[in-house]
């Protein structure tokens, strides 16, 4: 499932943070950044998300 968000004011790493999800690095192949959030405050199961930031950095992409 993907999604569409709007970054005005402020960068993907924080929009993520504010949701609970922690930077896990980027895919060396297509370039998007890997997202993960815990559930219930355990390392494992975990939620993960993937993203792309637009080039003018006004909108980003998360893949679910």
Known sequence: MKIEI???????????RR???????????TGELRWTRPFMGRRYPRFHVYSTVSPDGSKAVLNL
């Open 19 to 29: 949701c609970g999800y922690a930077p896990e690095g980027a895919d060396e192949k």
């Open 6 to 16: 709007p970054l005005s004011k402020e960068n993907i790493l924080s929009r993520m």
